[in-house]
């Protein structure tokens, strides 16, 4: 495993969002939903593609509380623009796990 320096996970703007919708991505290769986010008022609202459709359905995604790096460039995926990544887990099958707060938290609030 590479080791870094403190400095360089500092540049990784990791936040917390409430996702706002979610729907069917059709044209993604793979199965994926695209997902609106609200990281609050410093950030905004922020679309993201997601391939989490092993687990969730679109109407368990809609107000969840995530965590997503913000401060990537955009990501072109087919005719969608993705402004951020949704952070997750794969599990024994290789399916994506959502990583989310326990608890609430004021969104837009940056992982330690």
């Not at 593609?49 to 460039?73: C, D, M, R, W």
């Not at 609430?104 to 940056?110: A, I, R």
Request: aromatic residues 8%; negative net charge.
């Amino acid at each position: 495993m590479n080791q870094i320096e403190w400095s360089d996970f500092t540049k990784v703007e990791l936040r917390v969002g409430r996702v706002l919708s979610a729907e069917i991505f059709p044209e993604a290769r793979k199965p994926a939903y695209k997902l609106q986010i609200d990281f609050g008022v410093e950030i905004g609202i922020r679309k993201s593609s997601a391939q989490i459709t092993a687990h969730y359905t679109p109407e368990i995604l809609v107000g969840k509380l995530v965590v997503a790096v913000v401060n990537f460039p955009l990501k072109q995926i087919g005719p969608f623009m993705s402004e951020c990544l949704v952070t997750g887990f794969h599990d024994a099958e290789g399916n994506v796990t959502l990583c989310m707060p326990e608890h609430e938290v004021p969104l837009g609030s940056k992982l330690l």
